[in-house]
């Protein structure tokens, strides 16, 4: 059913920002709801296929609650995504220090949780700039 | 050594930050270079030893070029750094999509990057702001 | 380290529950800052320590945050833990879609998180509790 | 057949614990039955059937002595599910030494076993209570 | 300390038979002790460690409740275990219908269970006879 | 091929002890040949096709040299089979010490081997009984 | 789609070399070209569907951005691929320290990159020539 | 042993190349046999123990046949020598095709090999290139 | 195709040895044709498709340079082939140092390789005899 | 230990060879002995270790019974014994089928076993001949 959401966005010319300001969303979470791995209501999926000119069947498949988690391997092989890997090989204890540092013991959520991606022209090279943004969750004591 | 390095780090009471302040860098490259993950300079390790009371055992491991990657699992066990992976599991695709549309085909750079930690304080629960800035390098055709 | 506060407290006699009054917390809670999985509080370090007649060190330890996760084999051995991950692969599924039917689209946190254990005890051969009670995160949408 | 029981279920509009009360069984174990996790007698599976609108292909695979385990990756990636498994990377030791010493040395049964989910409303945030229940078997000696 | 266990039983010539008809156990029952994967009552332990002249190290080693589980590879490489892996990789799902066919639907327990070696002679070469006997535990419904 | 087969079975309404006393075998033997995992005489084939109903393309499965081996993940998740790799995990090595005490060094032939299963009827709850006998095969030196 | 572009060169004849000579290319980049490994132009695209005798179908797959990485297993078990894995575990350490020796701490870029193959002939025997030839990236700090 | 030949080579100020000028070897040649992934004549390590102060201990470390294959994890996490294994999985099957191509069924020798690596001065960014150069074998029928 | 091939061989009678002597190869090498592990020239592959009553498609596959590498799990499953896995397990690094013993460092090549098998009769039980005949290839300096 | 076997026959400067013949067994067996796979008799191991000059330890190392499978990860590294696991990945099934075709359905001893390793002078390149020769086990019925 990806699939055949992503052909119809290719085939409505239509980008996720263009698809997301029509719904009030960030491009990030109408992408992750196309690859079946956001759930999206009643309404914003009626309009997104509205959009893609598709039908029921699309609309089901948007609102439901995926199984979550869809890189086959344990360790991701596309270039793209294997350096957003590498990075938490590389600097995941330094990050886990300074955020403890910053907060005490706990984590950044992973749910209540937003991703930006934003372009950063430069001269030498234009620059990807990415947001993540969780709340704080300390470890409860009992 | 890098035992000793946090070690030392604790007992002079200093924070990433400070530390950080005193060589001009960002309180994750620092926390990475005490994790044996980034290179300093001569004079940047001199400085950080001076602060933290050690010799030149210190000096050396600062300024070698290390072996990276220091997570032993192939998937990290330690909660807050899975978080970043589960992550890359639920948006990874979706992402790389957004990435592209704004780019063309090509990736984010893991090595002209920079990595930093905030916190944002909010009165329903700080949250942890976490931005990726990479070059952006477009596949080469020959 | 963990292997010294063990041998401390077998040497002392106390059980668990016992250590847990002394200090208002569970004995669960308890266990898990024995074996470096949950931070202490300074207080509860020190208090903890003078039950077990042990020093400086071991407040540290028990202060700092942990790296957690303390299995080492992807799939556990020990047949007592194994069987709750069995749970997971027998009723995994199914529970994630009673939750959802219950909550809507998001998971029970595993951080501001309980865990408590009970004996019920049975004619036909005593029944191990074991109760879970972890805040529900619903998905954010941006 | 999973599939086409879910989507019966789904077209029927009713809960998990609305078929359940028809059949005098917990929420939880006709979950897993649908999952094919467990088996029904053949009244259950009959009745079960009825209420769905489903026919015999669906009370012979209800009935079957099934392969249990449905999570192919060892380690599973969907978020919900994945926090049970970090819940014994963090707390399986100490929930270990608990047991042991309520109960000797021996196990939880996965077998002779319950499930139960129930929501708990709290104004903070509802939580999400789950409790295992499982009879305690001794290590024989012999 | 099972090196210190089995260096004692060799340089005492007894072997596991002796050794368990002394305790009126099963030598496979004793060797699992020695190997620290079943534990001994203090009075077992004791009279071990009299037997092969050991001090109060080998009893509490002895009577402590161990982790258990000790191949460390997933796939066990020493020929004489592999073969028992083997047959559950060729036999595995015949004797799962078989059982089910005498038994219903449910395992049997490797808690409630014993384990006895024994030599078959035969002219044509002798025969090693393994019985496994575990109580049959069927799934529960609830 | 081996889903026919245990349809037909189960149409027939024979039992695997039934088919067995039919063709002169074990039960296990007959059910490790509709796995697949065994490989019959062109007569055992023949009798077993009449008795299921079956026609040529049962008798060439049935007759064929198998490829062995039919769990796909390395680590069983079915909780019956994984009861005996955990006995494995558990009692490997005690066994092996106990079978080299009793034959020396070398192997239990899992090739010139039976497997049969037996149900010891206990008023405290019914035994499952699994009897392995397989030739002693010494390390020959050359 | 990968399978259909091999056949269809296959019968025009044509190498990769002389494909490659009608784009302007290199012959490796037309190869990950029909591997879907590397994206073509939109006119990149319709020239080598039209040398191959291909329609719409070809151009679409060859000028989107792929997921990339194409051998599955984690080690791949084609002897020639091996080898480049074999010399990686052989002499990547050595390889590291002499980079890093010519350039400082960094990588060769995988992105902007090119590679070359190459037959020298020799009478003892040709050999292959592989060039690799990317650009070096110096760790940034910040 | 490594260890301690880098350090001798780190204090001795000399680099691999001008190690390799004394010894008439490429210093790809000799930072393998520092690493203890190639074995020198017992000429060659004489001289190179000469040039690093070093005495008959690291001679014989020199002169031995390794066990070859130094990298630990299956996949590497160092930055550097993974991008080589994603080149691999990038271009490992076209590069496949393009060498049986030009040479027919066969593989590139990792035995009878070569590997250079140079430093290629551009105003863009200086490039690394690494050429592998190895005899063809082709396969042989018999 | 592979099993398109082993059936027509089936119903044709013909054992692997006498297809082979049609052309005048061994049949080890004409069973590694079939399995797609070697590829047939031309004439070769019309020969065999000629005694096989099979067309064009068959010699198309049969003269392609394959993929290697038939089985999918890392540890095979199957006991005549895992055997030989078993062998390297315990004389691997023996064999290794008979080798380097006998020719020095470098390998036995898998390419300019022979297989045979012989069947050698013994009154004990025959024994299968396995003959691998590789070129000795010494590692290169330079 | 087995590091002080092979330093002791190192500074014996005897080979293999030499040992076995005044064993009075081939010299595969004895390397096996040494590297602690294969056990040595009480009058074996005291020539032995005559022969190399150490005492009563090495003695009880070579005859106990021991653990084998001496190599770590599962896919072995080293080149010359990567080259068996690659033999077996192209050769595994076709030599199923030709073995099976000569004897039935079986296996190859591991265990009732030799393996010899020999020179073969060839001008055009010396040749390393390995013979594998265990007793053939039929499957047993029963």
Redesign the interface.
């Known amino acids: 059913m990806t699939e055949t959401l ?1 052909a119809a966005k290719a085939s409505s010319g239509l ?3 263009q698809l997301a300001s029509h719904l009030g ?5 109408v ?2 709801m ?2 079946g ?3 999206a209501s009643p309404q914003e999926a009626a309009k997104l296929c509205d959009l893609l000119g598709l039908g029921k069947d699309a609309v089901a498949f948007l609102t439901r ?1 995926p ?5 086959d ?43 930006h ?1 934003d ?2 022209e ?1 001269p ?19």
């Open positions: 992503l980008t996720f920002a969303l960030d491009e990030m979470c992408a992750a196309l690859y791995q956001a759930s609650y199984i979550k988690g869809c890189l391997p344990v360790v991701p092989t596309d270039p793209l995504i294997y350096r957003f890997y590498e990075i938490m090989q590389v600097y995941g204890l330094p990050m886990k220090d300074v955020i403890q540092e910053k907060f005490g013991d706990g984590i950044m959520s992973a749910i209540d949780f937003t991703l991606v372009k950063v430069d030498k090279g234009d620059r990807v700039k990415v947001v993540f943004c969780g709340k704080f969750l300390p470890y409860k004591k009992w």
